[in-house]
């Protein structure tokens, strides 16, 4: 079997996707499939590399205008197309008499162009390519959804329409507990690092909830030594003053997008992990921060509830109080924190391991393109 896999574009900021890609290009080479990954290549998008304002334009060119063609001649090769992302469900169309599975990892692009979800307001062509993309789910083979919350967004947008599947995501990286003298190995470089901290792993963008990171950790942190390691892209403007007025700045260290070795340790080490996000597909960093060891302080947005469930200490957007006592609780109580340890590593045992993710993409695969032989 010959598989294609589509990944995304360089510049189109979404480094979790890429990793994603890659993971699956890696796994099914072990596998002994004939597995190859094509992106969009960067042509008029490396005159301004961004995924902003003149530079998205000229990433749209690459991505529109001429990365199709050269899609269409690199899956007349293949058995299967898998597009990694559904962002590139807008290729579907290209790629008749093929069969095309694709991945959803959640629908929030699409529902802020529906007006569902103000943070994320879509201008009028970002309206456009979000029914470009459903239109691609719709007429793709599969579609793969990472999470039943993903599944059921799919399925209430699309009213029914189209072939959707639930597979929920394995980890990207084989995260897991190492001994301490290998996490002081890793974090020797860190010397900022050497007393007990909150980590937090994501972006400033405005669903991350990063203003609510800062709101805990001041609370949490209230009176104590604990310091804050936020690792992924550094604070905006506006979270920087955030955090002087909360007078927490001078207990912040920030980590600009790590290696993974890094964030192995981190998770190894951190008192817990703080993820108060608004919106998600997923959510990986709770489920690697688990594999950790790592207990997790959460909200308890639908996605969040259905990965960690019972085995983190769950809390709603509001209840920013609720999270910093859980913190404090962590801090001084190790039977629970040990407790959270056994049911977080549990949990990932048993529901998101790569082999049973791969093991589901392969079986698809199969599917579809034994029913598009007959």
């Known amino acids: 079997m010959k598989v294609l896999l589509v990944g995304n574009y360089e510049f189109d900021g979404s480094t979790s996707m890429r990793i994603w890609a890659n993971t699956l290009l890696r796994e099914l080479s072990q596998r002994g499939i004939d597995v190859k990954l094509i992106t969009p290549k960067p042509i008029l998008g490396r005159m301004k590399p961004s995924s902003s304002g003149v530079g998205k334009w000229l990433g749209y060119c690459d991505r529109f205008l001429f990365f199709p063609g050269a899609l269409q001649a690199a899956a007349g090769q293949a058995d299967v197309v898998h597009i990694c992302d559904n962002g590139g469900a807008i290729y579907v169309s290209r790629l008749k008499n093929k069969p095309v599975l694709v991945t959803c990892h959640d629908m929030l692009a699409v529902r802020g162009a529906l007006g569902e ?65 290998e996490v002081d190995t890793r974090l020797a470089a860190l010397s900022e690092i050497d007393r007990p901290f909150i980590l937090h792993i994501g972006s400033s963008h405005r669903r991350k909830n990063r203003d609510g990171v800062l709101r805990v950790f001041a609370q949490a942190g209230r009176d104590t030594e604990l310091r804050l390691v936020l690792a992924g892209r550094p604070l905006s403007r506006e979270h920087l003053r955030l955090a002087d007025e909360l007078q927490i700045g001078d207990r912040i260290i920030q980590l600009s997008n790590p290696h993974v070795n ?45 990965i960690i469930g019972q085995s983190g200490l769950l809390h709603s957007l509001d209840d920013e109080q609720g999270m910093a006592l859980s913190i404090q609780r962590l801090a001084t109580d190790p039977a629970l924190r040990n407790e959270l340890q056994r049911r977080g590593l549990e949990n990932v045992q048993s529901r998101f391991g790569t082999n049973r993710m791969m093991e589901q993409y392969v079986s698809l695969y199969r599917e579809i393109s034994f029913r598009n032989e007959r």
């Open 117 to 181: 979800l103000p943070d994320l307001k879509a201008s009028f062509f970002g309206r456009f390519l979000q029914r470009w993309i459903c239109r691609g789910l719709q007429n793709a083979n599969v579609v793969a959804c990472v999470s039943q919350f993903t599944f059921d967004d799919l399925s209430r947008i699309l009213n029914g329409r189209g072939n959707s599947r639930l597979v929920l995501n394995g980890l990207n990286y084989p995260y897991r507990q190492i001994s301490s003298e």
């Open 262 to 306: 890094i964030i192995e340790a981190l998770y190894n080490r951190a008192l817990a992990l703080l993820f108060p996000s608004r919106f998600e597909g997923f959510g990986w960093p709770p489920v690697e921060a688990q594999a950790c060891g790592c207990p997790v302080v959460a909200s308890d947005i639908p996605p969040l509830k259905e």
